[in-house]
């Protein structure tokens, strides 16, 4: 996976898990994809652009007036 593995069934799981332990170099991908994953979904920054941008788009409305 890109930012996380998927397993449905327990054994499924345990062979993830071995895989990433195994796979120091998958381990580092999927850590990387996650954290920027949650940074870029979940931050401040990302939470706050759909109101700035609408605020922005207000402001510009106005002064085109």
Do not use: C, M
């Not at 996976?1 to 449905?8: D, I, N, R, S, V």
């Not at 345990?14 to 931050?43: C, M, R, W």
């Amino acid at each position: 996976g890109t930012h996380l593995l998927l397993a449905e069934r327990p054994g499924d799981i345990v062979q993830s898990i071995f895989n990433l332990l195994d796979n120091p170099s998958l381990k580092e991908k999927v850590e990387e994809n996650a954290l920027a994953l949650i940074h870029d979904t979940y931050s401040w920054s990302a939470q706050l652009k759909p109101l700035r941008d609408f605020l922005f788009e207000g402001l510009q409305h106005e002064t085109n007036d």
